[in-house]
């Protein structure tokens, strides 16, 4: 059974930063795609960044540059490091995974079966 824990998130000012891990189980991430996504109040599902199986790694326009996306195939972890955080990166962060999802759609949460409970990220200014 796939399970994603994600854990991390938290209360920064403006230009901090924050590493968020997702614990998965029950498969190895290696062999699946995944993802991060948000969503503020009010506002739709955002795909933030996202690495497929190859190790290929793609990233929304509003964060390249100052987000990573990683992962520790010994821990089964997949991890969002961000930095230079800014007001408008405050959201309800989740994780997500799949087993195959071509790069075009690596953003798209609609091709994600298995998602964490997430994890909420607060940036004030």
């Known amino acids: 059974q796939v399970q994603l824990v994600e854990s991390g998130g938290g209360s920064v000012q403006t230009g901090g930063s924050l590493r968020l891990s997702c614990a998965a189980s029950g498969y190895t991430i290696s062999s699946y795609s995944m993802g991060w996504f948000r969503q503020a109040p009010g506002k739709q599902r955002e795909g933030v960044a996202a690495i497929n199986s190859g190790g290929s790694t793609i990233f929304a326009d509003s964060v390249k540059g100052r987000f990573t996306i990683s992962r520790d195939n010994a821990k089964n972890t997949l991890y969002l490091q961000m930095n230079s955080l800014k007001p408008e990166d405050t959201a309800m962060y989740y994780c997500?995974?799949?087993?195959?999802?071509?790069?075009?759609?690596?953003?798209?949460?609609?091709?994600?079966?298995?998602w964490g409970q997430g994890t909420q990220v607060t940036v004030s200014s």
């Open positions: 997500a995974a799949e087993p195959f999802i071509s790069r075009a759609y690596l953003l798209t949460g609609t091709r994600y079966t298995y």
